[in-house]
């Protein structure tokens, strides 16, 4: 651990970008715990979608890249690299993250939750409304959203306009399919009452 | 062309029994003789081409050969197929089929092209794959007749099944493949009566929806082979600079980097993955010789635009006596409209996936032209094109943006250095800053009016770039992108003259959703209503008066009608309509706006109403209308490329926003029913939502948006 916090605490003079993970492995006790050596290399040790994965990356590495290049989940895009339009939106402990700004390191040690590992009976209400009122056009966004949709209806089962402007308004959609989205989260709304959940 | 394709053009339809059991239709139809980008598709490529596959499991496969970029296509295709093959929607399936001159789309004839633009797929492809469809069921047909020993006119044909009527018999269209694929398909099968259709005109689920809510659907970026390298480029900042020189050492010092070439376009990274991509890229030492742009600015590009105007232009049209009349009107009004150039954004950043080998070649991704990409990669390689392979994606949006080849290019000439497979990868940054631009347009408009407040002279001169020109269409006097709409003005105005100023500033340009629409709907639209407001006249009866009878008519009258046009509104809430004929569909917009003191306007409502003849599936018009919209009102509001040092100064969704959730008026669709010529509807909804907009902000305020995006500091009260 000590060569750990060396090797950060060096890039520390280098970068001032550097010095949020050097905190972060400072202070934060689980990033300590989820990276560890092996065979000469840092591995961070992840979960993701239930499953834990040991990776050997840069611990600066966006967990956006992590996902798709490492662990060939693609179905997470890349948009914007800056959180500004939401397609790489994922959980992080049930809370909603852009992971193109997120640092593996900082994902290590949570519960990190893609669109293919989405199963909650909010995330399922979701899909088969996003399917029944077809709401996809490109369809390259529509991951990110469903991970936004998903948050604001597992905190607020019943949402107004306002509610999904507020949650949804950081998921760009260049295609325009805001309509159909706003009309699927209403109606899994309405189907979660149903069933009772 | 080869003794084999003069047969093939003969067989209009072919059949081919497929190993493993299975029937396929395969058809073709006798377009012109392709043009100089058809030179590279092989002339005799047809068999592994077929659009149709009939298995004996009774599924049905189409090939498509236009791209999926979220407008629909794939399903529309299988619900043509579907209706005159009379199989459920349910027994097919979809795949992208490789480039292939079977797939050039009738619509674009003599230009010889698989490319999917100008709202051009269902209306191009619509005949052949109804044909197609009624004698894939005329075989199957004949073939269950034939076993049965009865006339084939006592059978029909219903849900994948060939039916005798007046006995019990029936057989499933698998258990026929076989004895269908023997037989010689008829040229003229009959076609379905429309009244007739379950399918055609009625809502249907697309069948592309289930991956696309689950991360299981495939774009360019997320394609995966063994050994594959991710590269990113880096480009000259300003347009028609180049490389002067560059050092690796830092780039080749990042983990994960592999290569540090040079290619066309600049210089390629290429790494393990996109991470070490990047980082090598930011480290990469390089010098670039900026060329002649170096120190452009809008203001210059503006000047250019506005000095084209100055003086008269090539004519586009010319109608009456324009010059004769400014004597005789009792008003003269005068105004200029200008419009930005415009970044495509689509929310997928370009990519593209090669793999160069010296026997052959695979390209991977979202292409708009496979044509154009099979071309490139010919050209690149030096392969025949027999030797390469097209692997179409679904797109992450298209807009016209991926039917450039420029990251094609990058993928292919990365690969073919680094002697690799090789996915070129790019940023936000790289997408809004190395676009081919919707060029920006200056327009005077000059109008007059008689002493009866007739509309009886109008004259609009417009410049800008030539996307046609660009893009090896040629370089005739007029570019049609530039004044389409323009000149094609529906309004009875007996002298009428549009000029059009070519200008060439340095920037690239492209084709942009409703490509030349895009403006001039905005432009025409909103100097019409001037004239509407200086005769002292309705916006709509002012429009009305002077449309002759027909489509654009009934089309305004319907979006008016729908809307309530003249009656109450909401205090504070006010109306603007708009119309614009594009891609061969007519549409009409009303719009519901408010502008607070601040000068912030809000867009309640869009009432929209579409005629474009037939409809295949009215639900994805609706979906397709909303997009339009949408795209449109990012333009109206937000969209503005500048230039600054010959760069684009803006990078990212920070600085060149698109319309979100919160900003997203209702949108009220009614689709006219019409049995008139087929249009296309990926683009027709866009042209009319900015004059709409703004000529209800006019209503509102009594201020004139000439130019765009609106800037709402000026609608400021008080």
Redesign the interface.
Known sequence: MANVFGRCKTKLTHDGADLRYTFAIQTRSNAILFGRKEKGRLMIDLKVNGARQSVD??PA??LL?VL???L???????????A??G?CTVHLDGQAVRSCVKRVSDAAGKEIT???GIASPVAKSL?SA??EL??????????GQ?MSAAVLLSENRNPTDSD???A???????????????AAIHQAAESLKRGGK | MSARLEVDRRDFLRITGLAGGGLILGFYLPAASPGAHAAVMPADSFSPNAFIRVGDNDRVTILVGQSEMGQGVLSAFAMVIAEELEVDLSAIDVQNGPAAKEFFNPAFGALGMQLTGGSASVRGFYPLLRKAGAAGRAVLIQAAANSWNVPASECRAEHGNVIHIGSAKHARYGTLVAAAAKLTPPADAPLKDPKDFRLLGKPAKRLDTAPKVNGQAIFGIDVKLPGLLTARVARCPVFGGKVAKFDATKAKAVAGVRHVVQIDAGVAVVADNYWAAKKGRDALDITWDEGPNAGMTSVDINDILAGAVAQPGAVARNEGNVDAEWVKVAKKVEAVYEVPYLAHATMEPMNFTADVRKDGCDIWGGTQSQTWALGAAARITGLPADKINVHTTLLGGGFGRRAEVDFVIEAIQASKAVGAPVKVVWTREDDIQHDFYRPGSYNKFTGGLDASGKLVAWLHRTSSASIFAAHGFGNPPVDDAAVEGAKDLPYQIPNLRVEWGHVEPGIPVGFWRSVGHSHTAFTTECFLDEMAHAAGKDPYAFRMSMLPEGRHKRVLELAATKAGWGKPLIEGHFRGIAQQESFNSFVAQVAEVSVADDGTVRVHKIVCAIDCGPTVNPDTIEAQMQSCIAYGLTAAFKGEITFDRGRVVQRNFHDYQILRMNEMPQVEVHIVQSTDAMGGVGEPGTPPVAPAVCNAIFAATGKRIRRLPINTTELRRG
């Open positions: 990356v840069d590495t966006p890249w798709r290049d490492t060939g989940l693609t179905g997470t895009k890349f948009g914007c690299g800056m500004q339009c397609a893609t669109i293919e899909q996003w399917v077809d709401v996809p056009q490109c369809g390259y966004c529509q991951s469903i999904i402007d507020e949804m308004t950081g998921n760009i959609c260049r295609c325009g399919t805001y309509i159909r989205i706003r």
